[in-house]
């Protein structure tokens, strides 16, 4: 993602926010980028660093002295040295646990669903073809229906690992340093 793509993908983001604060914020984050274009750092992998327009805004929304402390201020401030290390091996093992099961689930259905739509779909071919009873027919309709709905669910897992892991794992990471700091104090 480019500076202007990521400017006004946060403008986006900050809509409910008042329009001086959502200037001085995108101002902020502009400096920010120019800045470390300006020494020479690869503009997508600055931005990377930034975190996700998501956490941004919810990081913005949750720390009310955020705007005053940061953007007014014009501190420094990268979201990803919000969370030391400790707390990243615990998201991390929490995450890779996550994907592990749930890549497990969807394998389990894909293969199911292959399974039960094979059989189901051979055995009503032979029952249309020796003119079965009505309710062999229904039965091995209704497996059929059954093995390729199964199918897609293992689809939709796998597809769901792949587009949205990313910002489920900064949610997690998130609630876990909640919960460190809770259990700190």
Do not use: C
Request: charged share 25%.
């Amino acid at each position: 993602m480019n500076k202007y793509e990521f400017l006004y993908k946060l403008g986006q983001s900050l809509e409910n926010s008042s329009y001086a604060d959502r200037q001085e914020i995108i101002h902020y984050y502009d400096e920010l980028i120019q800045d470390a274009l300006d020494n020479g750092e690869p503009e997508d992998e600055f931005i990377e660093k930034l975190g996700s327009i998501d956490k941004i805004t919810r990081t913005i929304k949750k720390d009310s002295d955020f705007v005053n402390k940061n953007v007014r201020e014009k501190k420094d401030y990268q979201l990803r040295k919000v969370f030391d290390i400790s707390v990243k091996v615990i998201g991390y093992a929490l995450y890779i646990f996550l994907i592990i099961t749930l890549g497990s689930i969807g394998f389990s259905l894909i293969s199911s669903g292959i399974g039960v739509f094979g059989y189901a779909a051979v055995q009503l071919y032979y029952a249309v073809v020796n003119a079965a009873s009505t309710g062999s027919i229904v039965l091995f309709s209704g497996m059929v229906a059954l093995g390729f709905g199964l199918f897609i669910i293992g689809i939709w897992i796998f597809k769901w690992l792949i587009k949205e892991s990313k910002n489920q794992l900064e949610k997690l990471m998130e609630f876990v340093q909640s919960k460190t700091k809770k259990e700190g104090q």
